[in-house]
C-alpha cells in the first residue's frame, strides 16, 4: 500500500479551520507539518485571515527553551509571525484532533541570520566568496546544532516521523534574495562552486592524503582530476551522514524520512547521501530520470517516498503511477497551503490516481 502525505506550515492549519477538512477529504497518511523552517515569503491562497505570510527569519516554530540552548553560538529563534506561543505544537494539535498523522518537518544548515551572524561556520567556495544562507555540516558546531534542533522540534510532542531537509551541505544555486545568478554556469561549474572549502573541510581533505591548497586551485580552473573528485565527494558524504547519524541519535528511535538525492555531487534541501533508509527523492520534473532514480533507490534497498509538487500545473496521474510501479513506497505532495482551489483539484486527483488498482 503506497502512503499519501502532504506538506504545510503551521500558519496554514492555525487560524483556518477548514484547512483539517481539506487534508482529512484526500484521505492523507500523514501531513508533514514544518517544525523549524528557513526564510519564506509564502502565498495561502485559501486561508480565510491572510493571503501572503512574511517569515522574515529561520525559525524553530516551538518554545526556545534557554535551559536547552545556553552557551551555544548556534542557537534558534521562535517566530513573532504565528501570533501562537508553540505553534507547531498547536497546528499539529489541530491535526490529530481530525485524525491525521503529523510528520515534523525540521530544516538544518538553511539559515541565513546564522550564517550571517557566523560567517565562520558557513560554505565558502574556491574563490573565498562565503554562502550566508549555508551552514556547513562540517564544522562540528553545526552538527550539535542540527542534532539539538531536530530533537527541540518534536519535544514533548507525538509524531510518526520526522522529515530532515538540508541534511548536508546547500550549495550555489539558491532560489532567493531575488536571485540573480540562474544560468550563469554550466553542470560543472555549479559543482565546482557548491564544493565547500571552509576550513573544517580542507581538515577533511588533508585527513584523506589530499593537498588543500592544490584541490582549491584545480576548483577554480577545473576540470577535477578523479583523486581529487573522489576526495571532496567522499569527505561531503561523510560530513552528511555524520549529520544525519547525530540527528537520528537525537530522535531516540522516531523514524527519519531524509531529504535526499542519489546524485553524490547534489547540493541544497536535498543533499547526496548513499541510498539507505528512508529517502524522500525530489520528483517534481515528471521526467524518466526522476523515475529513474526512484527505482535506483529502491533497488539497493532503500524506502523511497516521492517527492511530487502540484503547483506547475501539469498532468501528473501518469508520472505518479510511473514512480509507484519505480518502487515508490510513499507520494509526498507540495504543498497543501501553498495550493489554490485549482491546485487543490490536482491533489485531490493524485489521490484518486492512488486508490485506483
Keep these: 500500500m503506497v502512503t499519501l502525505a502532504g506538506h504545510a506550515y503551521c500558519w496554514d492549519v492555525l487560524g483556518d479551520p477548514a484547512f483539517a477538512d481539506r487534508a482529512t477529504a484526500l484521505?492523507?497518511?500523514?501531513?508533514?507539518?514544518?517544525?523549524?523552517?528557513?526564510?519564506?515569503?509564502?502565498?495561502?491562497?485559501l486561508h480565510p485571515r491572510h493571503r501572503v505570510v512574511e517569515a522574515r527569519y529561520a525559525a524553530l516554530y516551538r518554545p526556545v527553551r534557554a535551559s536547552a540552548w545556553h552557551?551555544?553560538?548556534?542557537?534558534?529563534?521562535a517566530p513573532d509571525w504565528t501570533g501562537d506561543p508553540d505553534p507547531f505544537r498547536a497546528a499539529a494539535a489541530a491535526l490529530h484532533a481530525r485524525g491525521l498523522g503529523v510528520t515534523a518537518w525540521v530544516v538544518l544548515t538553511h539559515n541565513t541570520r546564522l550564517g550571517t551572524e557566523h560567517p565562520d561556520v558557513t560554505v565558502v567556495n574556491c574563490f573565498g566568496d562565503r554562502y550566508p544562507y549555508a551552514l556547513c555540516p562540517s564544522w562540528t558546531e553545526v552538527r550539535d546544532y542540527a542534532a539539538l534542533l531536530t530533537a527541540e522540534a518534536?519535544?514533548?510532542?507525538?509524531?510518526?516521523?520526522?522529515?530532515?531537509?538540508?541534511?548536508?551541505?546547500?550549495?550555489?544555486?539558491?532560489?532567493?534574495?531575488?536571485?540573480k545568478t540562474s544560468g550563469a554556469w554550466d553542470l560543472d561549474e555549479q559543482r565546482r562552486l557548491s564544493v565547500?572549502?571552509?576550513?573544517?573541510?580542507?581538515?577533511?581533505?588533508?585527513?584523506?592524503?589530499?593537498?588543500?591548497?592544490?584541490?582549491?586551485?584545480?576548483?577554480?580552473?577545473?576540470?577535477?582530476?578523479?583523486?581529487?573528485?573522489?576526495?571532496?565527494?567522499g569527505a561531503r558524504l561523510r560530513a552528511a551522514a555524520a549529520m544525519r547519524a547525530q540527528c537520528t541519535a537525537a530522535l531516540d528511535g522516531i523514524p527519519v524520512l531524509l531529504h535526499a538525492s542519489t546524485d553524490p555531487w547534489a547540493t541544497g534541501p536535498s543533499p547526496g547521501h548513499a541510498a539507505s533508509g528512508r529517502l524522500l527523492l525530489n520528483a517534481w520534473a515528471g521526467t524518466p530520470e526522476t523515475v529513474a532514480a526512484v527505482a535506483g533507490a529502491a533497488a539497493q534497498g532503500a524506502t523511497v517516498h516521492a517527492y511530487v509538487t502540484a503547483l506547475a500545473g501539469a498532468d501528473l496521474p501518469g508520472h505518479v503511477r510511473a514512480l509507484v510501479a519505480a518502487g515508490a513506497a510513499g507520494i509526498s505532495l507540495y504543498h497543501l497551503g501553498l495550493?489554490?482551489?485549482?491546485?487543490?483539484?490536482?491533489?485531490?486527483?493524485?489521490?484518486?490516481?492512488?486508490e485506483k488498482p
Design 27 to 45: 484521505r492523507l497518511d500523514t501531513v508533514t507539518l514544518a517544525a523549524a523552517y528557513h526564510s519564506v515569503r509564502a502565498a495561502t491562497p
Design 71 to 77: 552557551g551555544r553560538r548556534l542557537a534558534p529563534l
Design 154 to 179: 518534536v519535544r514533548d510532542v507525538p509524531v510518526r516521523a520526522v522529515s530532515l531537509e538540508s541534511c548536508g551541505q546547500m550549495g550555489v544555486a539558491h532560489a532567493g534574495h531575488h536571485d
Design 196 to 233: 565547500c572549502c571552509c576550513a573544517a573541510c580542507r581538515r577533511g581533505w588533508a585527513a584523506a592524503g589530499a593537498d588543500p591548497d592544490r584541490i582549491a586551485d584545480r576548483l577554480r580552473h577545473g576540470p577535477l582530476p578523479p583523486d581529487d573528485t573522489a576526495v571532496v565527494v
Design 339 to 354: 495550493a489554490s482551489r485549482s491546485g487543490w483539484r490536482t491533489l485531490h486527483t493524485i489521490a484518486e490516481t492512488l
